[in-house]
C-alpha cells in the first residue's frame, strides 16, 4: 500500500488560511467516508484533528476544517498561528490494508 | 485522563527479537481496539498493526506482517507488539495509539502515546 500524497511543505503569515492537500485513489480516500488529520509537534504525541472527513474532536479549534473531493481530501486551517506550526498528516481506511498515512506536510508560519 | 505509556525499545540486532508494552490507564481498555504506528527517522508516520478489542481480530502492515505480533493482556490494561527478526529498516519510534470507536477496526485514533525508539543494529 502505497503512502498517500501530500505537499512536503505549505506556509503562511499569521491571521491567513492555508490549505494541506491529501491524494490517494479510490481504494482508499475516494472510496471511503475515513479520512482523518493529525497534527505532530515533533517529539511529542500526535493528535487528532478531524475525523471521517470533516468532524472535528471534542478540544479542536474551528479553525480546522476538513472536506474531500474525489479521491483527494483537504484540510484547511483559518487565522494560521504560530502554534499551528507542526507537521500534518491524513491517513485514510484503505482496502487492502485498513490503515495508510499520507507522505506529511510541514507547516511554517512565517 | 487517558494515558499511554510505551517501553521496552532500545537497541536490538538484525534478527533478534524484542517486545514493547504499552500501558493504558484513564479509560476502559477491554473495550477498544488498540495499534501501533512507527515513524523512522525523518521520515513519515506508517501505520504498523491494530488489534481489535477483544484480540480476536489483528491486522498488519505487509512491512511487518509475519514478523511482528500484536497481543493484548486486557486484564493487565497492556498492549503489546513482539517484534522477531527485525531487519534495519524497522528502526523507528514506535507509538501505541488508542482507537476512537468502540466497535470497528476502521477508527482514527483518537490518543497517542509519546512513543518508544526501537535501533536496529549490529
Known amino acids: 500500500q502505497s503512502a498517500l500524497t501530500q505537499p512536503a511543505s505549505v506556509s503562511g503569515s499569521p491571521g491567513q488560511s492555508i490549505t494541506i492537500s491529501c491524494t490517494g485513489t479510490s481504494s482508499d480516500v475516494g472510496g471511503y467516508n475515513y479520512v482523518s488529520w493529525y497534527q505532530h509537534h515533533p517529539g511529542k504525541a500526535p493528535k487528532l484533528m478531524i475525523y471521517?472527513?470533516?468532524n472535528r474532536p471534542s478540544g479542536v479549534s474551528n479553525r480546522f476544517s476538513g472536506s474531500k473531493s474525489g479521491n483527494t481530501a483537504s484540510l484547511t486551517i483559518s487565522g494560521l498561528q504560530a502554534e499551528d506550526e507542526a507537521d500534518y498528516y491524513c491517513?485514510?481506511?484503505?482496502?487492502?490494508?485498513?490503515?495508510?498515512f499520507g507522505t506529511g506536510t510541514k507547516v511554517t508560519v512565517l | 485522563e487517558v494515558q499511554l505509556l510505551e517501553s521496552g525499545g532500545g537497541l536490538v540486532q538484525p534478527g533478534g527479537s524484542l517486545r514493547l508494552s504499552c500501558a493504558a490507564s484513564g479509560f476502559t481498555f477491554s473495550s477498544y481496539v488498540m495499534s501501533w504506528v512507527r515513524q523512522a527517522p525523518g521520515k513519515g508516520l506508517e501505520w504498523v498493526s491494530t488489534?481489535?478489542?477483544?484480540?480476536?481480530?489483528?491486522y498488519y502492515a505487509d512491512s511487518v506482517k509475519g514478523r511482528f505480533t500484536i497481543s493484548r493482556d486486557n486484564s493487565k490494561n497492556t498492549l503489546y507488539l513482539q517484534m522477531n527478526s527485525p531487519r534495519v529498516e524497522d528502526t523507528a519510534v514506535y507509538y501505541c495509539a488508542k482507537g476512537k470507536v468502540k466497535t470497528t477496526v476502521i477508527t482514527p485514533f483518537d490518543y497517542w502515546g509519546q512513543g518508544t525508539l526501537v535501533t536496529v543494529s549490529s
Open positions: 471521517e472527513v470533516s
Open positions: 488489534l481489535s478489542a477483544s484480540g480476536a481480530g489483528t
Open positions: 491517513s485514510s481506511y484503505t482496502s487492502s490494508s485498513i490503515h495508510v
